[in-house]
């Protein structure tokens, strides 16, 4: 009697918990604005052709939320600064956007306010030369990554 009864009760409680969590959970991979996001590829490839077009490579130190990076490529003159989005692949609210300030050695250095070890999409962007650097990096304290498309 308690296998004939006891199947069919275990399957209508994990129906609720799943019916719950699919109720409740957050849909973060899935964009509100599509339109948007569109016109933001469309332009985010101008300016991934134009890195390309000046060869713009950057080496990059993230040390305990401390980003330094060094940028080269053909360049007229070096930007005053850079932002750096560190792009969580799955959850959006672990995305960061960090202003690098250039600093009197030449190289860029922010802060970032949280922790962002391990996988992560990077993208590195003059929005005064119009040019961004996307690469996807393995993120370790203390170890240099190279970005370049």
Same mark, same amino acid.
């Given at each position: 009697?308690?296998?004939?009864?006891?199947?069919?009760?275990?399957?209508?409680?994990?129906?609720?918990?799943?019916?719950?969590?699919?109720?409740?959970?957050?849909?973060?991979?899935?964009?509100?604005?599509?339109?948007?996001?569109?016109?933001?590829?469309?332009?985010?490839?101008?300016?991934?052709?134009?890195?390309?077009?000046?060869?713009?490579?950057?080496? +990059? &130190?993230?040390? =305990?939320?401390? $980003?330094?990076?060094?940028? /080269?490529?053909? !360049?007229?003159?070096?930007?005053?600064?850079?932002?750096?989005?560190?792009?969580?692949?799955?959850?959006?609210?672990?995305?960061?956007?960090?202003?690098?300030?250039?600093?009197?050695?030449?190289?860029?250095?922010?802060?970032?306010?949280?922790?962002?070890?391990?996988?992560?999409?990077?993208?590195?962007?003059?929005?005064?030369?119009?040019? +961004? &650097?996307?690469? =996807?990096?393995? $993120?370790?304290?203390?170890? /240099?990554?190279? !970005?370049?498309?």
């Amino acid at each position: 009697m308690l296998l004939v009864v006891g199947v069919p009760v275990v399957a209508i409680c994990w129906g609720m918990v799943i019916i719950t969590l699919a109720v409740t959970g957050k849909d973060s991979l899935v964009s509100d604005s599509y339109y948007k996001d569109g016109m933001a590829y469309t332009e985010n490839n101008t300016f991934i052709d134009k890195a390309k077009r000046l060869q713009v490579k950057a080496d +990059m &130190v993230y040390n =305990e939320g401390e $980003i330094r990076a060094t940028i /080269s490529g053909y !360049l007229d003159e070096q930007p005053s600064f850079l932002n750096m989005q560190l792009i969580h692949p799955t959850l959006e609210t672990r995305d960061e956007t960090v202003m690098l300030q250039q600093m009197s050695d030449g190289s860029y250095l922010g802060l970032a306010n949280h922790d962002h070890l391990g996988k992560r999409k990077l993208w590195l962007q003059s929005p005064e030369q119009e040019w +961004m &650097v996307k690469d =996807e990096a393995l $993120i370790e304290n203390g170890k /240099s990554l190279t !970005l370049s498309q």
